[in-house]
């Protein structure tokens, strides 16, 4: 949603169908089904590869996919912490060096970049609540937390509405 509000001609990449139909609701151009053969279909879609490559999904195969996508002179952003067996992905070095590429690391928006994303908002270009895929209360929260480690059934991120006590 970003992306496509400032000028960028996006590409989504899933392995979940209703994630890659929000993605085009959103204003993705292409979808791309996660699988063995993404990474081809994203370089053909680019015409030679994305100029950037967004994973945040921290699994080794969507870093590794996500670099490999990449054209000369790409940049790569992971979003948050691979963790566990995913902590050190083993990136395509050769790849990297040969075509020229940057990796950055993200935890999130510098605040000072704040006003400009909130004036996107403002603006409309940027619509937050189109990202809700479900509203649950605290009590199916544990649920919701233990389903995370499973593929999604779903799209849209789900918000926990605090129930008020007795």
Known sequence: MIATALGARVVAVDVSGPALQLAA???????????????????DA?????????????????AVAAVSSLRPR??????????????TPPLP???LVAKELEIHGSHGMAARDYPA????????????GRLVGSVIGLGDAGAALAA???PATTAGVTIVRLEPGP
Do not use: I, Y
Not at 28 to 36: I, K, S, T
Not at 47 to 62: C, K, P, W
């Open 25 to 43: 609701e959103l204003g993705a151009e292409v979808l791309v089904e996660g699988g063995p053969d993404a990474v081809r279909r994203v370089v």
């Open 46 to 62: 680019t015409g030679g590869g994305a100029h950037v490559s967004l994973d945040a999904v921290g699994s080794t195969d969507t």
């Open 74 to 87: 790409g940049r790569h952003v992971q979003v948050g912490l691979l963790l566990g067996e995913h902590a």
């Open 93 to 95: 070095m050769g790849m």
């Open 117 to 128: 994303m909130l004036d996107l908002v403002a603006s409309g270009a940027v619509r937050p």
């Open 148 to 150: 995370m480690s499973r």
